[in-house]
């Protein structure tokens, strides 16, 4: 299995946007619900980026040493994300992502 593959238990679930490997493509499928107003704030800044349901989404780094912030790709723009940030974003795999690399 390469790196870029997803797990079998990614295949198919809903999982946080911190929890996707590197370079598997994704969509985001909605945002977490949360009763803090922070991170209710955080999520509408997202929305308003961006971050919408059927969008592709994938991670193409992470800081070091701490994996914080992460550099993910939506659409065709870049953005930085803290990963309490990128918690609140849910995706699913897509099937057709093979994990082979072109």
Known sequence: MSLSEPKPSEAHAVIGLHELRRHVNA?????????????RGVALRL????????????VIAHGFPSH?????????????????????VQ???????SGVHA
Do not use: Q
């Open 91 to 97: 995706v699913r795999v897509k099937n057709d992502d």
């Open 27 to 39: 969509e985001v499928v909605g945002l977490a619900l949360t009763s803090d107003e922070e991170d």
């Open 68 to 88: 914080d912030p992460m550099a993910v790709r939506i659409g065709h723009t870049t953005f930085a994300l803290r990963s309490h940030e990128a918690a609140l």
């Open 47 to 58: 929305l308003e980026i961006g971050f919408l349901p059927g969008e592709s989404v994938r």
